[in-house]
């Protein structure tokens, strides 16, 4: 514990799935927390959870598809806490599952706002406060989704091959500032897996079957305490890389065509 003792993180979408077991883990690990979410209600649990185990929060509602709101959850860091060592860009807003041919420019547009855009304006938000400091870390998300070519979920995938490409180009770049930038792939009992195993019998069960631990990730004990390695002193020379922490999932990857097509 404390590996992350005077440290000031925002975690975009941390009112639920991994999101907020990034930023319970990074709570418990002595960080303050900036509990950027859309949803009050998540929101607001969220810093309330982590106050009440003795760490220290404050929600700001987020709406990462508007620049303004990341740029202001951004400054509530450096204001109620006093500094920005750690930026998180978790949060993405997901659109209809339907084939290439039928997705729309809207559907699109929305993925590249929320994800691209989103990671693109809090990223440079941050720089300033990081060249402060001397140093910063951002953890970007990438997706075994595009890896795979997921079906219907095409506008998805373009969107996290791009999130990829900021972050290598991030870490080439700003190194210069110490400033590491690293990405994690991972496959966890998120938001999305949550809706999916309600919608289709036996999704869990396939899901653990399919992955060589033989089992689905949790947020906050499997997927957390590697963004709490990639936050902390012992990545201090790591950067530019992609962490699959997936139980292995894409050695053997998945086949993700419907059976309607």
């Known amino acids: 514990m404390g590996r992350l003792d005077g440290k ?91 084939p290439l041919e039928d997705k729309s420019d809207e559907d699109l547009d929305g993925l590249l706002r929320t994800g691209l855009w989103a990671t693109w304006w809090a990223m440079r938000s941050a720089l300033p406060h990081f060249q402060a400091n001397g140093g910063g870390r951002v953890i970007n998300f990438y997706s075994i989704d595009a890896e795979a070519a997921a079906w219907l979920h095409a506008d998805y995938n373009l969107t996290k091959e791009a999130i990829r490409g900021l972050t290598r180009s991030a870490a080439a770049e700003w190194g210069r500032y110490n400033v590491l930038v690293n990405a994690i792939a991972p496959a966890a009992k998120g938001t999305v897996f949550d809706q999916l195993s309600q919608a289709i019998p036996g999704f869990a069960e396939m899901s653990a079957a399919a992955n060589p631990l033989g089992r689905v990730g949790d947020p906050e004990t499997d997927i957390a305490p590697v963004a709490v390695f990639l936050a902390s002193d012992d990545s201090r020379y790591v950067t530019g890389e992609t962490i699959h922490v997936d139980g292995g999932q894409h050695l053997p990857r998945y086949n993700s065509k419907p059976p309607a097509l």
């Open 8 to 98: 000031v993180a925002v975690v975009t979408g941390a009112g639920q799935g991994i999101g907020r077991g990034i930023a319970r883990r990074f709570a418990a690990e002595g960080a303050a927390v900036v509990v950027a979410e859309l949803d009050p209600t998540e929101g607001e649990q969220v810093a309330a959870d982590i106050d009440s185990a003795g760490g220290r929060a404050v929600f700001i509602r987020t709406d990462v598809g508007d620049k303004a709101q990341i740029e202001s959850a951004i400054v509530a860091a450096v204001e109620v806490f006093g500094r920005l060592d750690v930026l998180v860009n978790n949060a993405i807003a997901l659109s209809p599952n339907v």
